[in-house]
């Protein structure tokens, strides 16, 4: 079945670091791809997606980019603040409308000022 | 304000204590679904509902049961819990790809 790998950490950075967190996915067919990030005792919230090959997903300073040939979606952002510190979910849902969605194991990313 | 509405937040229970997590939308959403998180697991999904009357089974339904009777409203129950249903759950809703996630139930089984 599909599936969704990610780096588990936990990151720990210092503030303005550049911040790479490792997605690859498994699946059949041309799946979306998703960040979610899950604040402290929140629930997760859509951070970015990305809907088909060589698509660019961008939100609040972080990026992703659907790479096709390599299954992967990995989420970068240049310099990270305080505030970034979370857990962040890569997952992906199938072409069809209601189909499973799958996520990662989440990576919990703090970042030290 | 849209959103999705999870009640309770917090719940202590017993083995075998029938108990249901109430879940609310009112967006208008024909998706729900049910998920539970683990330390290492990430989200797992439940059970999940693609209109009112339609529910069917996610990854780990084992000990669970669904109903969809409305379309704002889709509880998940437990008949008889046990403690390796101790978990965080998560309500969503979506139209399309995009879930939109309620705030999350803890739940510990005793």
């Known amino acids: 079945g599909d599936s969704v790998t990610q780096m588990e950490g936990p990151v720990t950075l210092s503030e303005e670091a550049f911040l790479t967190i490792n997605c690859t996915y498994t699946?059949?067919?041309?799946?979306?791809l998703f960040w979610y990030v899950q604040y402290p005792g929140e629930g997760l919230q859509l951070l970015l997606k990305?809907?088909?090959?060589?698509d660019k997903g961008s939100n609040k300073g972080f990026e992703a980019t659907y790479r096709k040939e390599t299954t992967s979606f990995h989420l970068e952002k240049g310099s990270v603040q305080v505030s970034d510190s979370a857990v962040y979910f890569c997952?992906?849902?199938?072409?069809?409308?209601?189909?499973?969605?799958?996520f990662g194991p989440g990576t919990r990313l703090s970042v030290l000022p | 304000e849209a959103q999705v509405t999870q009640n309770p937040r917090y719940l202590i229970t017993v083995t075998g204590k029938k108990l249901t997590v109430t879940c609310s939308q009112n967006m208008n959403h024909e998706y729900m679904s049910w998920y539970r998180q683990d330390p290492g697991l990430g989200l797992r999904q439940i059970y999940y509902?693609?209109?009112?009357?339609?529910?069917d089974k996610g990854d780990v339904p084992e000990g669970y049961k669904v109903s969809r009777k409305e379309k704002r409203n889709f509880p998940l129950i437990l008949e008889s819990p046990s403690p390796n249903q101790t978990s965080l759950y998560f309500c969503?809703?979506?139209?399309?790809?995009?879930?939109?996630f309620g705030p999350g139930t803890r739940l510990l089984v005793l």
């Open positions: 997952a992906l849902s199938g072409p069809n409308y209601g189909q499973n969605f799958v």
């Open positions: 509902s693609m209109n009112v009357e339609v529910t």
């Open positions: 699946a059949t067919g041309y799946p979306s």
């Open positions: 990305a809907t088909k090959a060589d």
């Open positions: 969503a809703s979506s139209q399309g790809e995009t879930q939109y």
